[in-house]
């Protein structure tokens, strides 16, 4: 039976508790500062963006043929919402790890874990209060946006949306592992440290281990950068949202854990490594889960919709052998062109690498370099072509089954779009900074009684 303060923390309206966060979070300076910096740092994003479309455009105009590879998406979102990648993975720390490390160092926090909630409901609150405060960085790359459209710009609606919810992940995940290293270290400036040695040591992880196979690409795929990845090519990935979103609760559950204070610590690190654990287990679980959808208006992640229709119908296991070294400029194509589009058709395949990280060079020892093996069922044949047009045919042959009719149009038109970009610097650095500021202004005059929120006592 529980007793009367377990129900007294159960039903805790949660709605007094979370206008005092967002009232601190909108009273801090880092979120304020962080918001004037975005505003030319994106600013200058989307000039240059629409600078390089607008001559990659000319160009088009006079070759019809240069106009199919023009991509919005491409050419203007994914380098706009670049700099937001940035300012998050840089700044928008220093704004989610205030929520507690401020009441930590105020002595607040001795006070507020005394209120009649739970430690997850507090992290919890914590957590939607940031993400409002991420809300508002986004709010310059949005406008971009708005301005590409009025620009007489083309917006494809399901690749704007994936981009948004990619950067929306990313953002979630910044901002737990910010609430985690505030739970743990006892100064603001630990904390930064701690998120940052995370954040940065994504790009280490990038630089070093990029191409390599085995253990240092399962390494690799740690970094944090590599969530945004799949989302700028216009991919929406289950087992990459699913093991996102387990990693969000889980250093979400961590916070939690190390935010109340008088706790031993040795209690706190094994109900710790049990969760750190769990989230393992459950983030190794869905990785195997092959399900992505290629939301990209020229569908450039897909064969053609009738290649894609037969290609599910091949039941067999295919295994394709490569004897290439990750960073010959082969591979990449043909991963990209045609064994990454069959990991997504077919029920079952599977990519192995001859030899690892062997010589690009040909006569390394190797004679077959340069060869892929494709086993499909008890036949098999080899090619060196990275093309789908070669490669397609070749697999149709294995499985015994003609190949499909080549349908005709459909094709991608290219948005071709010259445009002043000149028009686009008043609004980054004059109109929008002022209204950041006069918004800031406003933040900081004193709160109405009706606003102040009923435990507004703990607040040092």
């Not at 923390?9 to 962080?34: C, D, N, Q, S, Y």
């Not at 706190?268 to 989230?279: D, E, N, P, T």
Request: aromatic letters at 8%; proline letters at 7%.
């Amino acid at each position: 039976m529980r007793s009367p303060e377990t129900n007294t923390r159960t039903r805790a309206p949660v709605t007094p508790l979370f206008a005092k966060e967002l009232r601190e979070v909108l009273g801090g300076r880092a979120l304020w500062i962080m918001l004037l910096l975005v505003c030319p740092l994106i600013g200058y994003g989307f000039f240059q963006a629409v600078s390089l479309y607008g001559e990659s455009s000319v160009a088009a105009a006079q070759s019809p043929v240069l106009a199919t590879s023009l991509s919005p998406f491409d050419g203007a979102l994914v380098p706009t919402f670049g700099s937001l990648y940035i300012a998050v993975t840089l700044l928008f720390p220093f704004v989610a790890i205030r929520v507690i490390s401020h009441e930590k160092e105020s002595g607040a926090l001795r006070l507020l874990v005394q209120l009649p909630y739970r430690s997850p409901t507090l992290v919890i609150v914590k957590f939607a209060a940031v993400l409002c405060a991420w809300g508002l960085v986004c709010l310059p790359a949005l406008s971009a946006l708005a301005i590409w459209t009025m620009l007489g710009g083309h917006l494809s609606p399901p690749e704007t949306l994936n981009l948004l919810v990619g950067h929306l992940l990313y953002g979630s995940l910044i901002a737990a592992v910010a609430l985690f290293a505030a739970s743990i270290a006892e100064s603001a400036a630990s904390a930064a440290i701690i998120t940052l040695a995370v954040t940065i040591g994504s790009w280490v992880l990038d630089f070093t281990l990029a191409g390599r196979s085995g253990l240092a690409e399962w390494i690799a795929r740690l970094s944090l950068t590599q969530i945004l990845r799949t989302f700028e090519q216009g991919l929406l990935s289950v087992a990459l949202v699913l093991g996102t979103g387990i990693a969000i609760c889980g250093f979400a559950a961590l916070a939690s854990v190390w935010l109340p204070p008088g706790i031993p610590v040795r209690s706190k690190l094994i109900r710790s490594v049990a969760l750190a654990l769990a989230a393992l287990i459950a983030i190794g679980l869905v990785s195997h889960i092959r399900l992505s959808i290629d939301l990209t208006e020229d569908r450039r992640n897909s064969f053609s919709a009738a290649d894609q229709r037969l290609l599910a119908t091949l039941s067999a296991p295919l295994i394709v052998t490569v004897h290439l070294s990750p960073e010959d400029p082969r591979y990449v194509d043909v991963h990209r062109n045609v064994l990454a589009k069959l990991e997504r058709a077919m029920p079952r395949v599977a990519i192995r690498l001859a030899g690892g990280r062997q010589s690009r060079a040909p006569d390394a020892g190797d004679e077959a370099y340069g060869e892929i093996e494709y086993v499909y069922g008890d036949k098999s044949d080899k090619s060196r072509s990275t093309s789908p047009r070669e490669i397609l045919p070749l697999l149709y042959g294995l499985a015994g089954v003609a190949p499909p009719a080549p349908a005709s149009g459909g094709e991608y038109p290219g948005y071709p779009l010259v445009a002043n970009e000149y028009v686009t610097l008043p609004w980054f650095f004059g109109v929008l900074p002022l209204l950041i500021a006069l918004a800031w202004w406003q933040s900081r005059r004193p709160p109405s009684l009706d606003f102040v929120p009923a435990h507004e006592g703990v607040q040092s």
